[in-house]
């Protein structure tokens, strides 16, 4: 299979879809690769290594394209490049349809066979492909919410970890799944004062177990939600429905009752975020206030992180790559149910329950289309 690598174009996202061990991995088994000028040059993968891979190094987005029968990118396809698919081709990257009824209608519109890395679920459950970057985001969230409690930044002028003498902030994790988990242990590491919520007693067990008395964790319900949020000097959002927009579980009258100068990051805004203020900022412009309360809810957190994001993204991304390349889509997808539920929109047909509800289309099974 002819493999393609473009280099993507939104804002600040230096991530690349294959590292040269990546592309070496394809090209040992008999597939060609070719990858955009500099895809990944801004991380230190320089075009030489691609070609020492086995790559091939081609000028444009466009001839990428145009040749390649699978693309592998990081992020969801933008305009410019939802043109640019034709149908039959395979697309492989985050998509993050719910929230997002105009990628959505333009990759219908396409014909392309289009798999979205965060709905591919594991043989023990979860969703391997999104682990990673769930991970480096919720690292990211305690340290772009420290940096923006500081004054210069709008914030109240707060040291999350306190000094001796001076009590430590209070970090809110709303949700204790790959993002809350990996918030917190930064959280508490910084020295404050954390609390986490979440709906399933199991995991707040195992926790609690690892914590101790380091955290405090909640049973989420509305009253202990509005309780934890009003205390709270910087609030994380990382609650996932797989595949489905974020509930809105922090309301507009909630944020209104903050405290002056407090912090919200929104790490579910890729699904459309989880608090009812938010909305999608870049690394470019990454925050905008509303009464008071400073809003972080960049959509590619991991990107400014981008040469640590792409080697994790790739450990769990090629896998599957190598499986789609050798045995075709259709083959790959039979064989293995599990890269199966990663199929959103193929050949103009919704395959995704939750998108399809969320956006109002016919679903279409994926096994239907197998045959």
């Not at 990257?93 to 519109?109: G, I, N, R, S």
């Not at 985001?137 to 923006?148: D, E, K, L, T, V």
């Not at 809105?248 to 944020?255: A, F, G, Q």
Request: aromatic share 4%; with cysteine.
């Amino acid at each position: 299979m002819l493999v393609g690598v473009p280099k993507e174009i939104k804002n600040h996202e230096y991530r690349v879809g294959l590292t040269p061990a990546s592309v070496r991995e394809l090209v040992a088994r008999g597939h060609q690769v070719i990858v955009q000028q500099d895809a990944g040059a801004e991380i230190g993968l320089l075009d030489e290594q691609y070609v020492a891979a086995g790559a091939a190094i081609v000028g444009t987005a466009r001839e990428i394209f145009a040749r390649a029968e699978m693309i592998v990118k990081v992020k969801e396809p933008q305009p410019a490049e939802c043109a640019m698919l034709r149908p039959g081709q395979v697309l492989y990257t985050y998509l993050h349809l719910a929230p997002d009824p105009e990628q959505t209608a333009a990759l219908v519109k396409s014909g392309a066979v289009c798999i979205a890395y965060e709905t591919i679920t594991g043989q023990g459950g979860g969703l391997p492909l999104l682990a990673p970057m769930s991970e480096v985001a919720g690292r990211m969230a305690i340290q772009a919410g420290a940096s923006h409690l500081e004054k210069s930044k709008g914030g109240m002028g707060l040291l999350l970890g306190g000094v001796p003498g001076v009590a430590p902030g209070h970090v809110v994790v709303i949700g204790a799944g790959v993002v809350g988990t990996n918030a917190l242990q930064m959280a508490v590491g910084a020295g404050a004062r954390v609390t986490v919520l979440d709906k399933n007693v199991d995991r707040l067990r195992q926790l609690d177990l690892v914590f101790g008395n380091r955290i405090s964790t909640l049973y989420s319900n509305a009253l202990a939600l509005e309780k934890a949020v009003l205390s709270a000097d910087l609030v994380v959002g990382g609650v996932l429905v797989p595949g489905a927009a974020a509930p809105k579980l922090v309301t507009r009258d909630m944020v209104s009752h903050m405290k002056k100068g407090a912090v919200i990051v929104d790490v579910a805004i890729d699904q459309g975020g989880c608090f009812e203020t938010s909305h999608p900022t870049t690394h470019a412009d990454p925050t905008f206030v509303v009464d008071n309360v400073i809003h972080y809810c960049v959509a590619n957190m991991p990107g400014a992180v981008a040469r640590t994001s792409t080697f994790a993204l790739n450990n769990a991304t090629i896998g599957h790559a190598v499986a789609l390349a050798g045995k075709g889509w259709k083959q790959a997808m039979a064989d293995d149910p599990h890269l199966r539920q990663g199929l959103n929109v193929c050949e103009g047909k919704i395959t995704y329950a939750a998108v399809a509800q969320a956006l109002g289309y016919d679903y279409v099974p994926a096994e239907s289309l197998l045959n």
